[in-house]
């Protein structure tokens, strides 16, 4: 009992005051510091200088070795929701295979370059967490566009992400034929009717905040 009237708010010492004002500020604050790190995304800008796609064809006497090059990518993940969004393109017209017999009725008749110049693919699912920082092994999920027609892909990929650059490698198979290209298989010359690819990639700064953009 306090004999002077007062009560026991005011005779609360400074200290525990400022402990009950700073618990307050840290309870407001929470829900904006999950917002914040559930809106961090890393944003892979792919250049053509940076992406090396290779292909492998195989056929009954050697193996065939090409390239294609990229257009242009870019591919947005959020750390928080695991949603994945972009595209990269991929100039058809760039095929090469060192050989320019192979390579022009690969193009006139295989690919139709001329008709169908970009192959698409478009992310939108991933199956596993990149971690905003180190290496991560996931499976990404999108739709693959090719010879004018959709189709479902998914593809292992391994992503290192670091302060100030990421690199990110895949190898995945194309069924070409199955796809309904044509096979360019001769009476003498027999491949194979899936095309391996093999991608490396690598950019600068992959992190950014939701709010920047």
């Known amino acids: 009992m306090f004999l002077d009237g007062r009560s026991t708010c005011s005779t609360a010492s400074p200290a525990r005051l400022l402990l009950l004002i700073l618990a307050g500020l840290l309870l407001c604050l929470c829900p904006s510091i999950t917002a914040r790190a559930q809106s961090q995304e890393l944003t ?8 090396a796609i290779d292909f492998t064809l195989g056929d009954i006497l050697h ?13 947005e993940y959020n750390l928080g929701t695991a949603a994945v969004s972009g595209a990269l393109v991929v100039d058809t017209t760039s095929g090469q295979s060192g050989n320019r017999s192979r390579d022009r009725k690969m193009h006139r008749e295989i ?8 192959i698409i693919f478009r992310p939108d699912r991933v199956d596993g ?13 999108g739709i693959f566009s090719l010879h004018g027609a959709d189709h ?12 100030d650059h990421w690199i990110a490698d895949t190898h995945f198979t194309v069924p070409y034929v199955k796809w309904g290209l044509k096979n360019p298989s001769t009476f003498v010359l027999r491949v194979s ?4 690819i093999d991608v490396h990639a690598t950019g600068q700064r992959p992190l950014a905040s939701g709010g920047a953009h």
Do not use: C, N
């Not at 690919?111 to 970009?118: D, M, N, T, V």
């Open 63 to 75: 193996t065939i070795h090409g390239s294609f090059k990229l257009k242009r990518g870019d591919v």
């Open 193 to 196: 009717e899936s095309v391996e």
């Open 129 to 141: 967490k990149v971690a905003p920082a180190g290496p991560s092994t996931v499976q990404v999920h």
């Open 44 to 51: 892979l800008q792919f250049a053509p200088s940076g992406t």
């Open 111 to 118: 690919l139709e370059s001329g008709r169908y110049p970009e």
């Open 152 to 163: 479902e892909l998914t593809m292992p990929i391994r992503v290192q992400v670091f302060q």
